[in-house]
Structure formats: structure tokens, C-alpha cells
T-cell receptor, first 115, second 115 residues
Framework: GNSVTQMEGPVTLSEEAFLTINCTYT??????LFWYVQYPGEGLQLLLK?????DKGSNKGFEATYRKETTSFHLEKGSVQVSDSAVYFC??????????????FGKGTKLSVKP | KAGVTQTPRYLIKTRGQQVTLSCSPI?????VSWYQQTPGQGLQFLFE???????NKGNFPGRFSGRQFSNSRSEMNVSTLELGDSALYLC??????????????FGNGTRLTVT
């Protein structure tokens, strides 16, 4: 079946540190890959996406590259800020012969950035 | 443009009762999906509605149901509430269903507590 595995948190970093959150997936069909972010008390917001192999999604200094050979979509940021503190979710959606399925999420990784 | 609006924000119910949650999608969005978020299971897909028809359904018991109105607003209903139904229920909308990589736009959720 389709599934997403992401590194468990919490992750605590100092401001300006480098961030990597690992995400790997299992999918049939042709998955699109997403990173969503959830700030306290809010719903999820799309951070970035990639719809085919070797695509790089980027937004607000965050990047992730769709690696089909390693079935991965790791999230990176070169220099985190306190305002990046949130829960990050990796997700996939599978295209199966005409139907774009629902999002399948990883468990989420809580990031805390200290000043 | 107003975002996805969910009402109420908080609900407290007792076991055995039923509950109805409401979701107003972004104007022009016709696809509405519902997700359940719990600390143990993470984010799980409940169902998707488009043009007043359920298009996709997750693996939840029949106590969970939904509907969509002609103005694309959606409601979900949970009957015979159980303690395990305590969760954050998130609604998300996008312009259309089917072959579509447009991102989901999430509301801030309804926090349901069952006592």
C-alpha cells in the first residue's frame, strides 16, 4: 500500500542552524509529494510540493527534491529561524489511472528553534 | 479571499451522543475533504466530496458520515460517539477533484472532546 515515513521528533535546533527532516515513501502509481506545516492552533499549510521525479520544491528557504531512486523527499533549510518552530508533515498523493487520491501523511516532526 | 472556515472551533460531547461539524470552503472550491488528527494515529483521511457526491472514502466506520450542499459547504456527522473519537477534525478544500495537483487548503479545525 501507500505510506509515508518521516523522522520522529522533536527536533530542537538553535537559530541559524541547518535543518534536515527525512521523509521516505512507498507508493503504487505516480505519487506527488508534499510538505505541509502546522503552526500551533492552526490547520495545515502547504509548504512545497513536487509532482515528478527529480523535481525540486522550494518555498520560504525550504527545499525538497523528489528522489525516485531512493523514494525520498527530505526537507532542508540552510538557516532556521525561531518563527520556523512548527510541526512538519510529509505527504503523498497517488495518481492511479485517472484518479488523484487523497493525501497520505507521515506522523509529523515537531521542530523547535531556540534563539 | 476568505480561507476555509470550520465551525465550531471546540466541542465537548459525551459518549453516545452525535455531533455535526461544519465546513465552508474557499470561494470557488468545489472539492471538500475531511481528515481526523490524533496524537496516536496522526492525520487520517475520512472522505472527499465534490458536486454533492462522495468521491473517496477512508477506512472509518459507518458512524462517520458527511454531505455536501449545492454551495459546496460540507458537514460531517459522527453518531454514537466513543472516547476514541476525540480528535482535531480538519476540513480542506481545493478547486476540483480528479487528476489535479492543486494543493489542499486547510481550515483551523474543530477540536472534539468526548467524555
Amino acid at each position: 500500500g501507500n505510506s509515508v515515513t518521516q523522522m520522529e521528533g522533536p527536533v530542537t535546533l538553535s537559530e541559524e542552524a541547518f535543518l534536515t527532516i527525512n521523509c521516505t515513501y512507498t507508493a503504487t502509481g505516480y505519487p506527488s509529494l508534499f510538505w505541509y506545516v502546522q503552526y500551533p492552533g492552526e490547520g495545515l499549510q502547504l509548504l512545497l510540493k513536487a509532482t515528478k521525479a527529480d523535481d525540486k520544491g522550494s518555498n520560504k528557504g525550504f527545499e525538497a527534491t523528489y528522489r525516485k531512486e531512493t523514494t525520498s523527499f527530505h526537507l532542508e533549510k540552510g538557516s532556521v529561524q525561531v518563527s520556523d518552530s512548527a510541526v512538519y508533515f510529509c505527504a503523498l498523493s497517488v495518481f492511479n489511472g485517472g484518479s488523484q487520491g487523497n493525501l497520505i501523511f507521515g506522523k509529523g516532526t515537531k521542530l523547535s528553534v531556540k534563539p | 479571499k476568505a480561507g476555509v472556515t470550520q465551525t465550531p472551533r471546540y466541542l465537548i460531547k459525551t459518549r453516545g451522543q452525535q455531533v455535526t461539524l461544519s465546513c465552508s470552503p474557499i470561494s470557488g472550491h468545489r472539492s471538500v475533504s475531511w481528515y481526523q488528527q490524533t496524537p496516536g494515529q496522526g492525520l487520517q483521511f475520512l472522505f472527499e466530496y465534490f458536486s454533492e457526491t462522495q468521491r473517496n472514502k477512508g477506512n472509518f466506520p459507518g458512524r462517520f458520515s458527511g454531505r455536501q450542499f449545492s454551495n459546496s459547504r460540507s458537514e460531517m456527522n459522527v453518531s454514537t460517539l466513543e472516547l476514541g473519537d476525540s480528535a482535531l477534525y480538519l476540513c480542506a478544500s481545493k478547486p476540483r477533484t480528479g487528476v489535479d495537483n492543486s494543493p489542499l487548503h486547510f481550515g483551523n479545525g474543530t477540536r472534539l472532546t468526548v467524555t
